[in-house]
């Protein structure tokens, strides 16, 4: 019988405490250099000046949040590999994306989707009401994308998950307040990283305790868990 700690142990707590310190260091770093975000350009948009890599990266980071890391593999679990059908239609909203939004928004050099709102019906109003929609999605959006993973690291950990919520909230606040659009950035390509390195390691782990990938593919064959288009 396989006991699972509860609890974190010094080095758990070394490694929470350095991946906040980095975090907030990048943050302190675009704060004091260069032009210390005194512009709005600068601020909102780092100065237009990133490379595609780094941003694409954020992007991606952005996008998988915690509720994907969380829900996505418990959702193959108990339902099957079908759910993989959801990256077609994924990969069909980049595309569309890329060939009809950004071709028509990059140009106008806008500083958000909102202010194309203005500009397009010719309305303060309606600018307004999108960005308040849009804040008032991405608060209850922050309450589950918090809460869930916390609620996941005190069941193995025994972290209290209001401490992760402190924690992690507000050392996100303060490096993007004071760092701007470059220190959430490159605070994603770091957190990206992290999240690669975190899942590789449960994948290879648990392939090789398991007996292999050919062993991982026969127990999943078994259980009826290996479905296409069904």
Do not use: C
């Not at 010094?10 to 260091?25: R, T």
């Not at 005194?38 to 992007?59: C, D, F, W």
């Not at 949040?65 to 077609?88: C, D, K, N, R, V």
């Amino acid at each position: 019988m396989v006991i699972m700690k509860n609890h974190f142990g010094p080095v758990d707590y070394v490694v929470f405490a350095a991946m906040l310190i980095i975090s907030m260091a990048i943050g302190v770093w675009f704060a004091l250099r260069g032009g210390k975000q005194k512009t709005q350009g600068e601020y909102l948009m780092a100065n237009r000046s990133l490379s595609i890599l780094p941003v694409a990266i954020s992007i991606l980071v952005s996008y998988m949040s915690a509720i994907l890391i969380l829900g996505f593999p418990a959702e193959m679990y108990t339902q099957g590999t079908e759910f993989y059908l959801t990256t077609f239609g994924v990969m069909l909203g980049v595309v569309l994306a890329a060939l009809v939004f950004v071709p028509l928004m990059y140009p106008l050099k806008l500083t958000s989707a909102f202010e194309y709102l203005e500009v397009r019906f010719e309305s303060r109003v309606v600018r307004l009401v999108g960005t308040m929609l849009m804040i008032l999605s991405q608060v209850i959006y922050m309450g589950i994308a918090s809460f869930a993973p916390s609620t996941a690291l005190e069941a193995v950990t025994g972290f209290p998950v209001w401490g992760s919520i402190l924690s992690i909230g507000a050392v996100g606040t303060l490096y993007t307040t004071i760092g701007g659009m470059k220190a959430v950035i490159w605070t994603d390509v770091f957190q990206s990283v992290i999240m690669l390195a975190g899942i590789l390691a449960i994948v290879i782990q648990g392939t090789l305790k398991v007996g292999g990938m050919s062993r991982v593919w026969e127990i999943n064959e078994e259980w009826g868990r290996i479905k296409f288009f069904k």
